[in-house]
């Protein structure tokens, strides 16, 4: 009984020990960017940038344009912008998932790349920044979205 005891603790520190932490953000014009280096700091996690195909020029970030590229992308709740590189998120236990508030809620390249990863078992924790908006309307959007995933409450990182 005792030697069954100390294999199970055995087993559960050493899963401790390689439970693994990946900070993975979308950043248009650097402020989640330098959010997501002191998360990942912080948490002794990896990092990875989610880079679009096409990056985003001024023009394109034009939210007072409602014909620039982000406002069409976030008018229509189908786009999905194309991500240059894949994300191996299969030896991460926990992921926290960053993004700038684009209309209140999380830019679409962010549902690209939720739609390309198996994030089943994985505790997700988005974070954001924002000129004001917290991260309630992008947490509300992403559990109504993808309500098979484990959405813990996320956080806005203030500049
Ligand atoms: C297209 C667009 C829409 C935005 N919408 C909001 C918004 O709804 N609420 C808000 O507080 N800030 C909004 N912002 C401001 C950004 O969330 C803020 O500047 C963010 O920190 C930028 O992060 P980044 O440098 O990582 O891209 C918007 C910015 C852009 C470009």
Redesign the pocket.
């Known amino acids: 009984m005792k030697q069954l005891i100390t294999l199970l603790l055995l087993v559960a520190v050493s899963m401790t020990m390689n439970a693994k932490t990946l900070v993975a953000y979308?950043?248009?014009?650097?402020?989640?960017?330098a959010a997501a280096e002191q998360i990942a700091a912080k948490q002794q996690a990896d990092l990875w940038e989610i880079v679009p195909n096409e990056p985003y020029t001024e023009a394109d970030?034009?939210?007072r344009n409602d014909q620039?590229r982000?406002?069409i992308e976030?008018k229509d709740p189908a786009e999905r912008p194309m991500i240059k590189m894949c994300t191996d998120v299969s030896a991460y236990d926990t992921i926290y998932l960053g993004?700038?508030?684009?209309?209140?809620i999380c830019p679409r390249i962010i549902d690209s790349w939720i739609e390309n990863n198996d994030l089943r078992n994985k505790t997700l924790i988005p974070f954001?920044?924002?000129?004001?908006?917290t991260i309630d309307g992008a947490m509300e959007y992403l559990r109504t979205t993808y309500p098979q995933y484990k959405w813990e409450d996320g956080f806005r990182v203030a500049?």
Request: glycine fraction near 8%.
């Open positions: 979308f950043s248009a014009t650097g402020i989640t960017k970030l034009d939210w620039s982000s406002s976030m993004f700038p508030i684009w209309w209140n954001c920044t924002s000129g004001s908006s500049e």
